[in-house]
């Protein structure tokens, strides 16, 4: 028999609903393996790995790979003020709203919007202490993951790194011999963020490093923003209480503090340099922020982020919103969910956890539902993808990441399962 025509084949499987050129690759594929009847699956599998929206049942907050923090974005096809004066009817400055709203909210002089937080450090580095030295305590010298090491952002800025201390324990003393020695364009205090030295240890806080007359940057990652957490009508939750906060360090003396949009903070991807205005500016001012500058989408989806947090508004906040869900709010979804599922399904008690690289080991009780056997593979399968954790051989949906308009996906899903 004679294998079907690509062109055939390609549009037998039409209701994939890919483009067409797509559907001709997986046809082509198909015959080209000898498996003409396997293209809808080869062309189902493109459609999947197509991003899209997901039910985050997890139980983790910040999920880095279903993109740390979950953010509403406005995409109508409209123009806006992104570069333009509306008073001036002049050129304006693109840094302009979101900075400087989350300067405002911070406590910071100015600030400046980059792509990442790992954008951030290079920019303050490549700008500020070119060819110089920068300081940093060999317990800090880190991974945060996804490639992000300090002594390699180092390298890539031409600024020289000068390490002090030990890795458990690095004293003020330390800084002094360096700052007298090498001349300094900063101090950089790097947040361990995913990892904790316990025991003999020794780290030198902002406020003594401030005091050696050499500005320090701090790169706190998470941008947990207050540590008092004023837009929180229940306070700081036990979790953040290890966790450096923008304002305060700020108050401790940090020339700059460096943090991600999309950690602790809320928002999108990206990356805020924060504190002095004359460095901010030096920032600014370096031909690489012309580079590593967010869109207009991040920009207005940051501004949001900012005007919530000036409002005091977390419930705004969709990250606070879920974190600060209390356990008798998701234990109620969990047993109307478990009481329309059958026996299978039953109501649990379980733990989340903030992610993104944040408070190692610090849980958030939760609760929510538990069907016996690993059926992760099924869930996300399921159209809306549902991704959960496996444990004791048991499948968990945690309730805390998931939208309460998404529980009726879920009871969907696990009807689909069980
Ligand atoms: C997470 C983190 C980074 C990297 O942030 P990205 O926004 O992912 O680039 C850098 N430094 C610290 C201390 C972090 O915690």
Known sequence: M???SV??????????GLPHPLLVDAARRAIAAGAPESARALAEGVARSLLQPVVNATGVLLHTNLGRAPVAVSADAR???????????????????????????????????????????????AAL????????????LVEIGGGFR???VMAQSDARLVEVGTTNRTRRA?????????????????HQSNYRIVGFTEAVGVRALSELGVPVVADVGSGLLDAATPWLSSGPPAWVAEEPAVRQTLADGAALVTFSGDKLLGGPQAGVIAGRADLVARCARHPLARALR?????LGALQSTALAYLRRDGDAIPFWRMAALPVPVLRARAHALASGAGDRVSVVDCESVPGGGTVPGLVIPSAGVAVDGDHSGSLR???????????DGRTILDLRTVEPADDAVLAKALASVS
């Open 129 to 140: 202490a070119v060819d110089r030295a920068v300081v940093v305590s060999r317990g800090e």
């Open 294 to 298: 967010p869109g207009g989408l991040v």
């Open 7 to 16: 062109d055939a084949l390609a549009r037998d499987i039409a209701d994939v």
């Open 79 to 125: 123009y806006s003020n992104l570069e333009f004066d509306l008073a001036t009817g002049r050129r304006g400055s693109r840094g302009g709203g979101a900075a400087a709203l989350l300067a405002r909210a911070a406590g910071a002089e100015d600030a400046l919007v980059v792509n990442n937080c790992a954008a951030a450090v290079l920019l303050v580095l």
């Open 150 to 152: 300090v002594p390699e």
């Open 2 to 4: 004679r294998p079907p």
């Open 174 to 190: 330390d800084y002094a011999v360096a700052v007298a020695a090498d001349d300094p364009a900063l101090l950089l205090k790097v």
């Open 381 to 391: 399968a399921f159209d809306p993808p549902v991704i959960v954790r496996v444990h």
